[in-house]
């Protein structure tokens, strides 16, 4: 079957997204609403000198130091709620 405008669209969105992920020079995390670690780039594994599969599946908070976990926290739900654009 081939593929509509929209389709084609996304595709290479996906791709270019992909690869700003890969080769950003910043550590980037994704991780889900239970604060699930679900995937990063080498950068952040460089930067915490971690294996990717001693990464993923952790909770972020595992990574933050105690001092800072309430300001990440509402960092975080601002994110969420759309309060804020970046963090």
Not at 1 to 27: D, M, P, V
Not at 61 to 72: G, K, M
Request: proline letters at 0%.
């Amino acid at each position: 079957t081939s593929l509509n405008q929209s389709e084609i669209q996304n595709l290479l969105l996906e791709e270019r997204l992909k690869t700003i992920f890969n080769q950003i020079k910043a550590g980037v995390i994704l991780a889900n609403d239970d604060n699930e670690i679900i995937d990063c780039n080498q950068e952040i594994l460089a930067i915490l000198a971690i294996e990717k599969q001693h990464f993923i599946g952790k909770n972020l908070f595992d990574f933050i130091h105690s001092e800072h976990i309430e300001r990440e926290k509402k960092l975080i739900k601002e994110l969420r709620n759309g309060q804020i654009k970046e963090y």
